[in-house]
Every structure is written in structure tokens, then in C-alpha cells.
């Protein structure tokens, strides 16, 4: 399967302020993300010709594609809202791939933002906390959400013998990489000891296990790689791309130590002709630091069980084997609901154009990304690269 | 658990009607395929490993393992407040179906993974019985 390959490339990426961003809507962000793309792309509006964007928890429309198309006035020929939880970045950008692949449009804006931070009432927020689940078979157990990702690690801890210290790792290494970075949340370096002294949410996970709540955008211009040169920036290629779904409810999952992010990872690859040892940064979605273990399982970079001792010693840090998540991630940079992992796109974007500054990691040619949403549910893995291939 | 309620009752539907109802009688029921003798659970209008439509309702030992747990610190809402730390767990049904619920009767720090639980049901209003397992 390797139609995709090379077909399209980014050549737009931009972020708006994110963390809190009370003066701005959740409308506001999304237009404010399109626009910042544009001008990174150096194009107008009225050269884009198809829009995606994300659904907003905060100020959702029915048709919301629409409803930024019409905000904007943009009049786009091909317009699509997704949501697949934290995995929408990516399967929009596979959609936004094909549509541009077989001609259906030239030129992808995609828009997402949210401020669930700074634009939910309190009753509101407690319905984004609670409606997590089965109504009728998950709900009446009172589960939180970081209880669900606590199945997962309990499970992982019980299976491979993976340690609280080596879950804290992946905070550590985000909230190194954030202190690098301007832009980010949270900004405070953080020791191993200060996750596991955080209060425990739900056993065996800390609050600083778990990810952040805020505002902010992003937005990325795609078009076909032929096109691609003509614009602003040096475009970034679509090397691979491919997802996997296993379910919606967790307490339906096939397996709590292996997901679908398995399958996605391989027809990603499979599509780039690239393997784990080809990349050189990876930008992996990390709602509570279980997932980045597990997904460093499935996506090869180490075997099935190993990713707790894979993130100790500072690999997954700037300067070692597998520097990931060097804005700072969902853990420090910013988490605004769906669209947490499009920031990792303009991230992947600015380091393989090698605009980093002090996080940036020296000759980064190939990037993965990859998101994941629902409670491990839906995947998508992306493979960007700085050369067509 | 007490039940007060403000807690999440669920509210059946034509398709788990029958689950409810066998709740109510503090039974626990699962589906069974007759043709290919797959159990599930949850309810479902056909059997997921044949795909046959003639899926039974049959009564389930009632008895499981823990396959994994978290002792919740923070409750979800005020609702499951004054019920932590408490045990949110998945159990696999000696029958195979796996499903969601609460591990009661034991401190929560005694739960283990593969520990041997059974069912037992909380009464929390007239028509809704809710099933918890507890160490057997
Ligand atoms: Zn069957």
C-alpha cells in the first residue's frame, strides 16, 4: 500500500498562543490558527480549496467545517469535520492526503483549537469529565478519566514489571523539552521524584502523569508535492501514513498492553519503506505517560515489554537515541482536547526545517508522529519527511 | 457504595433490557451464541464470532478474575466522593467476556491482579440493580 507515498506534503504550520487564552473563543483560535498557516504558507484565502477541521467540545456547530468556512468566507470545494479524539490530527491528514492525492482538491487548510481551559462553565467541565464511557456498563463505576489509562498501566506494570519511575520518565523528558520551548504551558523542570511525590489521582498514576487542560490552536496547509515546491517554506513530505482502530470502550479493548497503534505503525511504515531505526524525532501522543511506553512498544522502537526501561537514561531525551516530544508534549506544552496532537505536526514540521532553536534536533531528516484517541481506541501514525524520498 | 441519586443510573434499553431485568433478580446474565457456543457480553443483536442472530440469554457463573484495577483518589464527580479511595477494575468472566466494575469488600489496597472474584449486586433504586464483584 504505498499510494500516498510522497503524493503530498505540509507547507503550512503554525500555533496560536496556547496554555491560557482567556481573551480568545474557541472560534476565535481556530481562525486565528488558520490564519498564522496561511501566512507561514504564504498564501491567501482564497487558494485554499478544501477545509477540515476538528469538532469543538467548548462551541460546537453541527456542520463546523461550515461554520470556519463561513466565518472565514472561504468557499472551499471539498469541507470535513472529523473527531476521533486525540487521533483526529492525523486521521484528518489522511483524509486531507487522499482528497489531495486523487485530485478532489489542491490545497487542505486544517484548523483545530479548543479552549477547554478557559471556555467551560463549571457544569460543563464536569461533563467533559464524567461522560467518558459506557452510560449504561463503564459510567455507574465512577471511573475518571486518568482511571482509564490506570487499567492500562496497572495492567503493563502487572504483565512487564514496568516501574512508577520509569511512567515519570516520560513527564520528566516532556517538561525538559518545554523549558526549551517559549511557547509551552508549563515550563518548570521537573525530577522523577516530583511525579512520584504529586498526589495520586487514580493508582498508580500522579497528577503529573497526567497530561494538561488547556487553550490554543493550530493549523497546518497541505497540497501535492508537485505544488508543494512553489510556496513559502520548505515543504515537508508525507512519507507514510496509516491508522488502526480496536474499539471505543476500554472495557472492550482485545488487549490492555498492546494496541492498535501496532497496525498503524506497520502500514505507516510499510507505506514510507522506513523502519523504527530510520527515525530521528518522534512526536507521540501523551494523554498519561503509560501511553508513550506502550506506543514505543507498538510502534517498534522497542520490544513488546521493554518500553519502561527503553525511557530511562535519558533516551527519549534531547541528545539521546530517540528525542521525543520536543515541544513539551500534551504533558507540558499544551493539551486542548482534540486538537492535542496537530501540535505535534507544526512541531515535526518546524524541527525537520530545522526552526528549533535550543530544542532543535541536530540533522532531523525523518519525524513520526503519531495520535491516539478514545481510550487507546482509534490510531494514526504519520511519517514526515525533509526529502521527497 | 451507597447509592445516592446523583450517581450515574443507567437507563436501559430494548437491547439490555434483559441484563437489567436479570440484575433486578441479582443474576448475572450474558449472551450466548447456540450456534457456535461463543459467549459476550455486552448485549448485542447478533453473535460477534459467528455473526448468527440467534444470541440467548444465559445466566453466568457469576464468577471472574480481576484482569486489571486502579484505586481512584479523585472521584469523577461529587457523586463518588464519599466512596474513595475505591476500585475501579475490569473482570474477565470465567465464561470469556470481559466487562467494567467495582471490586467491593476487600480494602482496595488487598485487590490484585488474577484475583478470584464473584458477582454481588448493589440494590440502587427500584428497577436498577447494579452488579460489583468481591473477592471470593
Ligand atoms: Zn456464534
Redesign the interface.
Given at each position: 500500500m504505498e499510494s500516498l507515498r510522497s503524493q503530498v506534503a505540509i507547507v503550512g504550520a503554525a500555533d496560536t498562543e496556547v496554555g491560557v487564552v482567556p481573551h480568545l473563543s474557541a472560534t476565535q483560535l481556530y481562525v486565528k490558527a488558520a490564519k498564522l498557516a496561511l501566512e507561514d504558507a504564504g498564501i491567501t484565502k482564497e487558494q485554499v480549496d478544501g477545509l477540515i477541521t476538528c469538532t469543538s467540545f467548548v462551541e460546537p456547530y453541527m456542520y463546523h467545517a461550515e461554520m470556519i468556512a463561513e466565518y472565514m468566507q472561504i468557499f472551499p470545494r471539498y469541507c470535513l469535520n472529523v473527531a476521533t479524539g486525540g487521533g483526529t490530527t492525523l486521521a484528518i491528514m489522511h483524509h486531507a492526503a487522499s482528497a489531495i492525492a486523487t485530485g478532489v482538491c489542491n490545497t487542505v487548510l486544517i484548523t483545530m483549537a479548543d479552549n477547554m481551559l478557559s471556555g467551560l462553565s463549571r457544569d460543563r467541565a464536569i461533563e467533559a469529565m464524567s461522560t467518558a464511557g459506557h452510560a449504561q456498563f463503564e459510567r455507574p463505576y465512577g471511573p475518571p478519566i486518568p482511571g482509564f489509562y490506570a487499567l492500562i498501566a496497572q495492567a503493563h506494570m502487572h504483565a512487564y514489571g514496568t516501574t512508577s519511575e520509569q511512567l515519570a520518565a516520560v513527564a520528566v523528558a516532556c517538561r525538559k523539552h518545554a523549558s526549551l520551548n517559549p511557547a509551552a504551558q508549563m515550563r518548570q523542570p521537573i525530577t522523577i521524584d516530583d511525579v512520584l511525590n504529586s498526589k495520586m489521582i487514580a493508582h498508580p498514576l500522579h497528577l503529573l502523569d497526567c497530561s494538561l487542560v488547556s487553550d490554543g490552536g493550530a493549523a497546518v496547509v497541505m497540497t501535492s508535492a508537485e505544488r508543494a515546491k512553489d510556496f513559502k517554506n520548505r515543504p515537508v513530505y508525507m512519507l507514510g501514513v496509516g491508522e488502526g482502530h480496536s474499539h471505543e470502550h476500554i472495557s472492550q479493548a482485545r488487549s490492555l498492553t498492546t494496541s492498535a497503534a501496532k497496525e498503524a505503525g506497520e502500514r505507516a511504515y510499510a507505506m514510507a519503506g522506513l523502519g523504527p531505526k530510520d527515525i530521528d524525532v518522534a512526536e507521540l501522543y501523551d494523554c498519561f505517560t503509560p501511553v508513550v511506553i506502550i506506543e514505543l512498544e507498538d510502534l517498534g522502537f522497542c520490544p513488546k515489554g521493554e518500553g519502561g526501561r527503553f525511557v530511562e537514561g535519558g533516551r527519549i531525551e534531547l541528545g539521546g537515541e530517540l528525542p521525543l516530544n520536543t515541544h513539551g508534549g500534551l504533558m507540558s506544552h499544551c493539551h486542548p482536547g482534540h486538537p492535542g496532537s496537530l501540535f505535534s505536526i507544526t512541531e515535526a514540521v518546524h524541527q525537520l526545517r530545522g526552526e528549533c532553536g535550543p530544542r532543535q534536533v541536530k540533522e532531523a531528516e525523518i519525524a513520526l508522529v503519531h495520535g491516539q484517541g478514545g481510550i487507546m481506541s482509534t490510531h494514526c501514525s504519520m511519517i514526515l519527511g525533509k526529502e521527497r524520498g | 457504595m451507597a447509592a445516592p441519586a446523583s450517581?450515574?443510573?443507567?437507563?436501559?434499553?430494548r437491547e439490555?433490557q434483559p441484563y437489567?431485568e436479570g440484575c433486578k433478580q441479582h443474576e448475572l446474565r450474558i449472551q450466548k451464541c447456540p450456534a457456535c457456543g461463543h459467549h459476550q457480553f455486552?448485549p448485542r443483536l447478533y453473535c460477534t464470532a459467528c455473526m448468527s442472530d440467534r444470541v440467548e440469554w444465559v445466566k453466568a457463573s457469576g464468577r471472574g478474575k480481576v484482569?486489571?484495577?486502579?484505586?481512584?483518589?479523585?472521584?469523577?464527580?461529587q457523586?463518588?466522593a464519599a466512596?474513595v479511595?475505591?476500585v475501579?477494575?475490569?473482570i474477565t468472566l470465567d465464561e470469556g467476556p470481559?466487562?467494567?466494575?467495582?471490586v467491593v469488600g476487600c480494602p482496595p489496597e488487598k485487590v490484585q491482579?488474577g484475583m478470584p472474584v464473584e458477582v454481588t449486586f448493589e440494590d440502587?433504586t427500584e428497577d436498577i440493580s447494579?452488579p460489583k464483584f468481591k473477592p471470593v
Amino acid at each position: 500500500m504505498e499510494s500516498l507515498r510522497s503524493q503530498v506534503a505540509i507547507v503550512g504550520a503554525a500555533d496560536t498562543e496556547v496554555g491560557v487564552v482567556p481573551h480568545l473563543s474557541a472560534t476565535q483560535l481556530y481562525v486565528k490558527a488558520a490564519k498564522l498557516a496561511l501566512e507561514d504558507a504564504g498564501i491567501t484565502k482564497e487558494q485554499v480549496d478544501g477545509l477540515i477541521t476538528c469538532t469543538s467540545f467548548v462551541e460546537p456547530y453541527m456542520y463546523h467545517a461550515e461554520m470556519i468556512a463561513e466565518y472565514m468566507q472561504i468557499f472551499p470545494r471539498y469541507c470535513l469535520n472529523v473527531a476521533t479524539g486525540g487521533g483526529t490530527t492525523l486521521a484528518i491528514m489522511h483524509h486531507a492526503a487522499s482528497a489531495i492525492a486523487t485530485g478532489v482538491c489542491n490545497t487542505v487548510l486544517i484548523t483545530m483549537a479548543d479552549n477547554m481551559l478557559s471556555g467551560l462553565s463549571r457544569d460543563r467541565a464536569i461533563e467533559a469529565m464524567s461522560t467518558a464511557g459506557h452510560a449504561q456498563f463503564e459510567r455507574p463505576y465512577g471511573p475518571p478519566i486518568p482511571g482509564f489509562y490506570a487499567l492500562i498501566a496497572q495492567a503493563h506494570m502487572h504483565a512487564y514489571g514496568t516501574t512508577s519511575e520509569q511512567l515519570a520518565a516520560v513527564a520528566v523528558a516532556c517538561r525538559k523539552h518545554a523549558s526549551l520551548n517559549p511557547a509551552a504551558q508549563m515550563r518548570q523542570p521537573i525530577t522523577i521524584d516530583d511525579v512520584l511525590n504529586s498526589k495520586m489521582i487514580a493508582h498508580p498514576l500522579h497528577l503529573l502523569d497526567c497530561s494538561l487542560v488547556s487553550d490554543g490552536g493550530a493549523a497546518v496547509v497541505m497540497t501535492s508535492a508537485e505544488r508543494a515546491k512553489d510556496f513559502k517554506n520548505r515543504p515537508v513530505y508525507m512519507l507514510g501514513v496509516g491508522e488502526g482502530h480496536s474499539h471505543e470502550h476500554i472495557s472492550q479493548a482485545r488487549s490492555l498492553t498492546t494496541s492498535a497503534a501496532k497496525e498503524a505503525g506497520e502500514r505507516a511504515y510499510a507505506m514510507a519503506g522506513l523502519g523504527p531505526k530510520d527515525i530521528d524525532v518522534a512526536e507521540l501522543y501523551d494523554c498519561f505517560t503509560p501511553v508513550v511506553i506502550i506506543e514505543l512498544e507498538d510502534l517498534g522502537f522497542c520490544p513488546k515489554g521493554e518500553g519502561g526501561r527503553f525511557v530511562e537514561g535519558g533516551r527519549i531525551e534531547l541528545g539521546g537515541e530517540l528525542p521525543l516530544n520536543t515541544h513539551g508534549g500534551l504533558m507540558s506544552h499544551c493539551h486542548p482536547g482534540h486538537p492535542g496532537s496537530l501540535f505535534s505536526i507544526t512541531e515535526a514540521v518546524h524541527q525537520l526545517r530545522g526552526e528549533c532553536g535550543p530544542r532543535q534536533v541536530k540533522e532531523a531528516e525523518i519525524a513520526l508522529v503519531h495520535g491516539q484517541g478514545g481510550i487507546m481506541s482509534t490510531h494514526c501514525s504519520m511519517i514526515l519527511g525533509k526529502e521527497r524520498g | 457504595m451507597a447509592a445516592p441519586a446523583s450517581k450515574p443510573v443507567p437507563v436501559p434499553t430494548r437491547e439490555t433490557q434483559p441484563y437489567w431485568e436479570g440484575c433486578k433478580q441479582h443474576e448475572l446474565r450474558i449472551q450466548k451464541c447456540p450456534a457456535c457456543g461463543h459467549h459476550q457480553f455486552y448485549p448485542r443483536l447478533y453473535c460477534t464470532a459467528c455473526m448468527s442472530d440467534r444470541v440467548e440469554w444465559v445466566k453466568a457463573s457469576g464468577r471472574g478474575k480481576v484482569l486489571s484495577f486502579t484505586i481512584v483518589y479523585r472521584p469523577v464527580t461529587q457523586a463518588f466522593a464519599a466512596d474513595v479511595p475505591y476500585v475501579v477494575a475490569l473482570i474477565t468472566l470465567d465464561e470469556g467476556p470481559q466487562l467494567m466494575s467495582n471490586v467491593v469488600g476487600c480494602p482496595p489496597e488487598k485487590v490484585q491482579i488474577g484475583m478470584p472474584v464473584e458477582v454481588t449486586f448493589e440494590d440502587w433504586t427500584e428497577d436498577i440493580s447494579v452488579p460489583k464483584f468481591k473477592p471470593v
